[in-house]
Nanobody
Framework: VQLQASGGGLVQAGGSLNVSCAAS????????MGWFRQAPGKERELVGF????????IYADSVKGRFTVSKDNAKNMVYLQMNSLKPEDTAVYYC?????????????????WGQGTQVTVSS
């Protein structure tokens, strides 16, 4: 599985941005697709994830109510819609795929990673 993230950019605080992740290869129903982010000097952290089969979503508290993870199984695409952006959302955003996980917030359980896309929120 190969992942390609796109759609990052510069946006003012309060604005919105949508980032996409295109997956090549077969994604099985047990897969979990995650979005992570990493700011300079900080550890990589979960933004949210979605189960490829059932569509269940989980979000980090810091983005709950502002960000939405969605998917299009037919197109092998995963999306991250970000609204009400804040300067502290500035980071490189990564999409990732796990073949299956119990604790899906942990980066170590993800088997495949995209290259990351920069999101910068100005104040």
């Amino acid at each position: 599985v190969q992942l390609q993230a796109s759609g990052g950019g510069l946006v003012q605080a309060g604005g919105s941005l949508n980032v996409s992740c295109a997956a090549s290869g077969r994604l099985f129903s047990t897969y979990v697709m995650g979005w992570f982010r990493q700011a300079p000097g900080k550890e990589r952290e979960l933004v949210g994830f979605i189960s490829w089969g059932g569509g269940r979503t989980i979000y980090a508290d810091s983005v709950k109510g502002r960000f939405t993870v969605s998917k299009d199984n037919a197109k092998n695409m995963v999306y991250l819609q970000m609204n009400s952006l804040k300067p502290e959302d500035t980071a490189v955003y990564y999409c990732a795929a796990s073949r299956g996980c119990s604790y899906c917030a942990y980066p170590g359980v993800y088997n495949y990673w995209g290259q990351g896309t920069q999101v910068t929120v100005s104040s």
